[in-house]
């Protein structure tokens, strides 16, 4: 709130000139008491020095001998505004516009902004629209207070239908009496990140003191409290200040902002660090294609594993800060960040985005969208061509006429967190939770967690995970298991149907499919350990990504997918030779499913020959049902019993 009362005091206060003309020509007050005046001259003389205590001694004397000097009242509200004191300041202002309507007409726009920031938005569109009955002031100005009478009228309507809300203060385990801002939740809703801000030293000069902020992290315990905050250590904290940390969805990659570092390209940069086991790996600087020389933070990963959201000053934007992105390459370089656009940002100011773990739905504050005074929080889907809907403000009393900046929201989508300075608390800014009203919510998400391991020798390995869209044939999110043990989460958003592709050089591909079309609720997350299987004849792959329609031969195109994976995997191996072989459930003739199996597997063959794999590096059979790996009694059975293998056979 102390940022939004600057821009409007600071931007009006040098228009109320009782400094300059009133206090210095006596005559032209509206107390005959010259004894009054003196005592008033005496406070703006130590207003001027700001000596605020003496004048308000010497204001509180002109007073008693005039209760109705509207000069020295408002000036009693001049000084209670500057200390941000804005009730006494409100008062004051008030009581001597009462007391004499045309002491200063600009004195009205003051009053306006004061009670805007403190949400009397009916009080404060009155004393906008008597400032405007003034015809008078400078167009720029008459035109923010027409642009603040709108948002007065929308705080009344936001107030008049408010939202759910019921925020719990996460408790002593994670607040104190210093400031707590939320950061990141992990994607199985496990682990909790924020920032800290601890004071350093002793106040110095009454006014500001050094502090120092450094992340946290607290798990989640058995009886779903929040265990003691301990602090993440370094390298990620150091002696100087970190702030707007983000864990990708898979818990592998941490960004960062930090401030006047000796890497540091501008005033302050992102940085990104590995997850190396229980370690992370000395953060490096994103570099001149993200950092500019402007200022650069917040950032927010999704889950796809290569778009990195942020709020940034550069060159290039629409206001005064702008939300951008910029995506991994395979090489590990990032592109030149993209603006939002329009519809995310404005003339005004964007911050703090959060990209829910759907990929779909972003969270962000502004002030440039309609809403209830400074910083609200919005939310936006994302369009199927990748631009970004209108902005919809989160409502009240989520959003008051104070600044709200941060909100995150859980992988289920059900419960967000915010940190909250107004709602009470252990201390400053502290970290609450509340139920997201369901208009709000993103769409659901589900997770896959397990280890990747060497079949024959258990090791644990790294690999990189693909799940590709099949609907739309493209790469959804992507991810790396941990180096050191194996450990890997991968996000699934909902109603989508995936196929899992899981490789290392060296193995051969692991597939798997995930079907959540038409599911609304996953919360319950798949758990499965990955056994990757070295690359030696004899060895068999099932390619559970190969679709035919029933009782057909034609791939579909969600099968191109599986296909380029084998494709690659025999370009890579180029002496590799395999066997195709095709295989069906027990419905129907042997003779029919013999020939059924042999020709969905000359489709395999027919595929790869057309993509320049020579003839004599493959063989394809169809077995009919002959082979089975589960019982044809079952439906579940029969679905895994039809299926198309590939077999090492040559190297």
């Known amino acids: 709130m102390k940022t939004f009362l ?14 300059d003309s009133r206090a210095q020509f006596s005559q032209t007050l509206s107390t005959s008491s010259k004894k009054a005046k003196k005592f ?13 205590q003496k004048a308000i001694l010497s204001l509180d004397k002109a007073l008693e001998v005039d209760n109705r000097f509207a000069e020295a009242i408002a000036l009693k509200g001049d000084i209670a505004a500057e200390q941000n004191h804005m009730e006494e300041a409100i008062i004051n202002y008030d009581q001597a516009v009462e007391i004499l309507p045309d002491l200063d007409y ?17 009080e404060a569109k009155r004393d906008y629209q008597l400032y405007l009955s003034y015809n008078r002031g400078p167009s720029n100005r008459r035109w923010q207070t027409e642009a603040n009478i709108n948002k007065c009228e929308f705080g009344m309507q936001m107030i008049a239908n408010p939202v759910p809300f019921d925020p719990v203060n996460l408790g002593d385990s994670i607040n104190t009496i210093h400031d707590e801002y939320i950061n990141a939740i992990a994607s199985d809703k496990q682990t909790l990140f924020f920032t800290r801000r601890l004071p350093t030293s002793a106040i110095t000069s009454g006014i500001s003191e050094k502090v120092e902020e450094d992340f946290y992290l607290s798990g989640l315990s058995p009886d779903s409290a929040w265990k003691l905050a301990s602090n993440l250590g370094p390298p990620i904290n150091t002696r100087g200040n970190e702030g707007a940390i983000s864990i990708s969805p898979d818990g592998q990659l941490l960004f960062f902002a930090a401030c006047q570092r000796n890497d540091g390209l501008g005033s302050c940069d992102i940085y990104w660090s590995w997850k190396m086991g229980s370690n992370w790996s000395e953060p490096r600087n994103l570099g001149p294609a993200v950092n500019s020389a402007a200022w650069e933070s917040q950032p ?11 709020a940034s000053k550069r060159t290039g934007g629409k206001g005064s800060s702008d939300i951008w992105k910029t995506e991994l390459l395979p090489s590990g370089d990032w592109t030149i960040p993209v603006n939002l656009g329009d519809s995310v940002n404005t003339s005004g100011e964007e911050q703090n985005p959060f990209i829910h773990p759907d990929d779909q739905t972003l969270y962000f504050a502004s002030k440039g969208h309609k809403g209830m005074g400074g910083l609200d929080l919005f939310f936006s889907r994302k369009n199927a061509d990748g631009s970004w809907s209108i902005p919809v403000n989160l409502g009240y009393p989520i959003n008051t006429s104070a600044d709200e900046i941060t909100l995150i929201v859980n992988s289920t989508g059900d419960v967000a967190y915010i940190s909250s300075d107004k709602l009470g608390g252990k201390g400053r800014q502290d970290i609450y939770s509340f139920p997201l009203y369901e208009e709000a919510q993103p769409n659901p998400v589900t997770y896959l967690k397990g280890v990747v391991f060497d079949k024959q020798t258990e090791n ?19 991810s790396i298991s941990d180096p050191i043990d194996g450990s890997f989460l991968v996000c699934l958003p909902a109603n989508r149907d995936y196929a899992l592709n899981v490789s290392r050089p060296g193995y051969l591909f692991y597939s798997d499919n995930f079907s959540l079309t038409g599911t609304r609720d996953q919360a319950r997350p798949f758990l499965k350990n990955i056994p990757l299987q070295p690359i030696k004849v004899g060895e068999t792959v099932i390619l559970k990504n190969i679709f035919f329609d029933t009782d057909k031969y034609d791939l579909k195109p969600e099968s191109y997918i599986e296909l380029e994976k084998l494709l690659q995997l025999l370009q890579t191996n180029s002496s590799l030779r395999i066997e195709i072989s095709g295989h069906t459930d027990s419905i129907g003739s042997e003779k029919h499913n013999l020939g059924l199996s042999q020709n969905r597997a000359k489709a395999v063959f027919d595929y790869l020959i057309a993509k320049g794999i020579s003839y004599d590096r493959m063989t394809y059979f169809g077995f009919g049902f002959s082979q089975p790996i589960d019982t044809n009694k079952t439906e579940t059975g029969r679905a895994n019993n039809r299926r198309t293998e590939f077999r090492i056979v040559g190297r």
């Open 6 to 19: 600057k821009i409007f005091i600071l931007l009006y206060f040098f228009i109320f000139t009782f400094h």
């Open 40 to 52: 008033y001259r005496h406070a703006y003389e130590h207003y001027q020095l700001r000596n605020y």
């Open 106 to 122: 600009n004195l009205y726009v003051i009053l306006g902004n004061l009670k805007l920031l403190t949400g009397r938005y009916r």
């Open 300 to 310: 927010s990963f999704s889950s796809d594993g290569k778009t990195l959201y942020f």
């Open 460 to 478: 644990r390995l790294q690999a990189r995970f693909e799940l590709t869209d099949l609907k739309h044939n493209q790469v959804a999110v992507q």
